[in-house]
């Protein structure tokens, strides 16, 4: 079967020549489940390697796309079983493992919507998304009985499929066995239009919002994908990300455009934190050709390992990055420590990879040019495009295949974010004339850290939970690895001493109730918070105090 969007059927020698031609082809049907195991077993990849796994623990092996084929007709027979059909929702919380792919492609197959939620998602976190959507299933590691203690009261949620350990019971199922039961599921016909996939992001006011996104948005993905990593796939390429496969970051931008295109990719779960000598290893050890690395992990190995290529066997031909910022400096080390273009590329959770770089137009510092398909400019806040050189907002031109279906349950949001006919992102940009497009900053509350979009009120409510915390206001503030920390100003009961012990026990309370990133690393005890007459926090304020001392995030 040929494919829907492949832009190595094109012929060009400058951007402007391909940007020109380049047509979508979306078809009225299409299934991601389909899409990335199905067709190509029917294609002749049954035997050919879909996923090396391995982790820290020692443990190693690989699925053929045929492997996969199997556990995800036995899944998704379990979930019909309970229940889960069309436009249902079932919860994918697991770190990067096969069970991912055999999961979403299951969800998939059967007209349901996929749930992902990043492991680093804390209790509050996976019970508040669950809840939410209404999900009626949850593919979760087996370890997280803090997780599964909770969630397992939602009256909803029907089945709880662990991964990992062995299930105690009630609503646990084991996802091993109930993917072996040999069954054979057809995936449903589903419209491109059709409801797939579910991600919550943080926005700067309220809770997380879900950001729903039809079957079309692998396909939306496929050029930006396949120009960042320099017109892949190639016939030996073998592909990696150090972003959990709960984030849009990871699943849109690597894993199921990899898959779609019958080439292999690396899930590597670790234990612990990020680590720049066991990020080079896993990419010497598979061989890999075509990485995202986030600017966070990009400082990290620049700061370990300055030179990568003098201590590990790499085979690195292309390196993407984004999430956030890396700056034109780090962009320029790594093209030189790594022997390859690295690109960056920009997108949000609801409009995902829109613009990129490309060797044969790169300009350092710049976030790119609108990929093929991709209208992208800068307007003012009524949707107007600017003039080149005018700082606006950078907004994507809707309809786009990328683009959301909209937020889940919140149609007044949606609707809040769409300006005359574009999606606003919510960054401030310019354009030159050239056509390149320049980030300049947020121009809302929402903190960036290591490529996760933080919503301040969700944080400083977990914080406010504290026993010894009587109010809190969180913002952004650089740091010179990762980028952005979130730094909590702390307003604390009376009678309560600050000490660095308070400290850092207020940091492990947001860590294990939030999200493992989303704790303040820098915590401020004060006496009391700016607030406006009628109330308001005002953390501008709080940001200018911090632009005093040194700059902060956003204005």
């Known amino acids: 079967m040929s494919e829907e969007i492949d832009l190595r059927k094109y012929s060009f020698s400058s951007y402007n020549e391909l940007y020109s031609s380049f047509k979508w082809n979306i078809p009225e049907y299409f299934n991601i489940g389909y899409a990335i195991i199905d067709r190509n077993v029917?294609?002749?990849?049954?035997?050919?390697?879909?996923?090396?796994?391995?982790?820290?623990?020692?443990?190693?092996?690989?699925?053929?796309?045929?492997?996969?084929?199997?556990?995800?007709?036995?899944?998704?027979?379990?979930?019909?079983?309970?229940?889960?059909?069309?436009?249902?929702?079932?919860?994918?919380?697991?770190?990067?493992?096969?069970?991912?792919?055999?999961?979403?492609?299951?969800?998939?197959?059967?007209?349901?919507?996929?749930?992902?939620?990043?492991p680093l998602i804390g209790t509050e976190g996976v019970e508040y998304r669950l809840r939410h959507s209404g999900a009626k299933a949850l593919i979760a590691e087996g370890a997280r009985r803090?997780?599964?203690?909770?969630?397992?009261?939602?009256?909803?949620?029907?089945?709880?499929?662990?991964?990992?350990?062995?299930?105690?019971?009630?609503?646990?199922y084991s996802?091993?066995?109930?993917?072996?039961?040999?069954?054979?599921?057809?995936?449903?016909?589903?419209?491109?239009?059709?409801p797939a996939q579910l991600f919550y992001t943080s926005g700067s006011t309220g809770p997380p919002k879900g950001v729903l996104h039809a079957h079309r948005f692998l396909l939306g993905h496929v050029p930006t994908y396949q120009l960042y990593f320099e017109m892949a796939p190639r016939e030996d390429d073998v592909f990696w990300t150090n972003a959990d496969w709960g984030?849009?970051?990871?699943?849109?931008?690597?894993?199921?455009?990899?898959?779609?295109?019958?080439?292999?990719?690396?899930?590597?779960?670790?234990?612990?934190?990020?680590?720049?000598?066991?990020?080079?290893?896993?990419?010497?050890?598979?061989?890999?050709?075509?990485?995202?690395?986030?600017?966070?992990?990009?400082?990290?190995?620049?700061?370990?390992?300055?030179?990568?290529?003098?201590?590990?066997?790499?085979?690195?031909?292309?390196v993407s990055t984004a999430g956030e910022a890396p700056g034109r400096e780090l962009v320029e080390w790594a093209s030189q420590a790594f022997r390859a273009p690295v690109n960056?590329?920009?997108?949000?959770?609801?409009?995902?990879?829109?613009?990129?770089?490309?060797?044969l137009w790169a300009r350092p510092g710049s976030i790119g040019r609108p990929a093929p398909g991709h209208v992208v400019d800068v307007v003012d806040e009524e949707g107007r495009p600017l003039p080149p050189g005018s700082e606006g907002l950078i907004a994507v031109k809707l309809p786009d295949p990328v683009a959301f279906l909209g937020y889940w349950k919140n149609p007044e949001?949606?609707?809040?974010?769409?300006?005359?006919?574009?999606?606003?992102?919510?960054?401030?940009?310019?354009?030159?004339?050239?056509?390149?497009?320049?980030?300049?900053?947020?121009?809302?509350?929402?903190?960036?850290?290591?490529?996760?979009?933080?919503?301040?009120?969700?944080?400083?409510?977990?914080?406010?939970?504290?026993?010894?915390?009587?109010?809190?206001?969180?913002?952004?503030?650089?740091?010179?690895?990762?980028?952005?920390?979130?730094?909590?100003?702390?307003?604390?009961?009376?009678?309560?001493?600050?000490?660095?012990?308070?400290?850092?026990?207020?940091?492990?309370?947001?860590?294990?109730?939030?999200?493992?990133y989303a704790y303040p690393r820098e915590i401020e005890f004060v006496d009391q918070l700016p607030r406006t007459e009628t109330g308001k926090l005002k953390r501008y304020e709080l940001r200018r105090r911090e632009m005093e001392r040194g700059n902060v995030q956003g204005g």
């Open 247 to 318: 984030w849009i970051g990871a699943l849109g931008d690597v894993v199921l455009p990899s898959l779609y295109f019958g080439r292999p990719v690396v899930a590597y779960r670790r234990s612990r934190g990020f680590s720049a000598g066991d990020a080079l290893k896993v990419m010497e050890e598979y061989g890999v050709t075509a990485a995202f690395i986030t600017p966070t992990a990009l400082r990290m190995i620049r700061r370990e390992y300055p030179q990568p290529l003098k201590d590990f066997g790499l085979r690195l031909r292309a």
């Open 344 to 359: 960056e590329f920009y997108g949000c959770t609801e409009t995902n990879l829109v613009v990129t770089n490309n060797s």
């Open 413 to 516: 949001a949606t609707a809040a974010k769409i300006k005359n006919g574009w999606f606003i992102i919510g960054d401030a940009g310019v354009k030159d004339g050239d056509g390149y497009l320049w980030f300049k900053g947020r121009v809302d509350d929402v903190i960036k850290v290591a490529g996760y979009r933080l919503g301040p009120e969700e944080i400083e409510e977990v914080v406010a939970k504290h026993p010894a915390v009587l109010e809190a206001a969180v913002i952004g503030k650089p740091d010179p690895v990762r980028g952005t920390i979130v730094k909590a100003f702390v307003v604390l009961k009376p009678g309560v001493e600050p000490s660095e012990e308070l400290k850092r026990d207020i940091q492990n309370f947001v860590k294990s109730r939030l999200a493992a």
């Open 42 to 118: 029917e294609r002749g990849f049954g035997d050919r390697l879909a996923i090396y796994y391995l982790d820290d623990e020692g443990n190693r092996y690989s699925l053929t796309f045929g492997e996969l084929k199997k556990l995800s007709d036995g899944l998704a027979s379990s979930l019909r079983d309970i229940g889960v059909g069309r436009g249902d929702v079932v919860g994918v919380y697991l770190q990067p493992r096969p069970e991912v792919v055999v999961a979403l492609s299951a969800i998939y197959r059967l007209g349901a919507i996929a749930l992902s939620i990043s």
């Open 146 to 172: 803090d997780v599964l203690d909770a969630v397992s009261k939602i009256e909803h949620l029907r089945a709880i499929y662990v991964v990992g350990s062995e299930p105690r019971g009630g609503k646990e």
């Open 175 to 194: 996802l091993e066995d109930q993917s072996r039961s040999g069954r054979r599921i057809d995936a449903v016909a589903t419209r491109s239009e059709d």
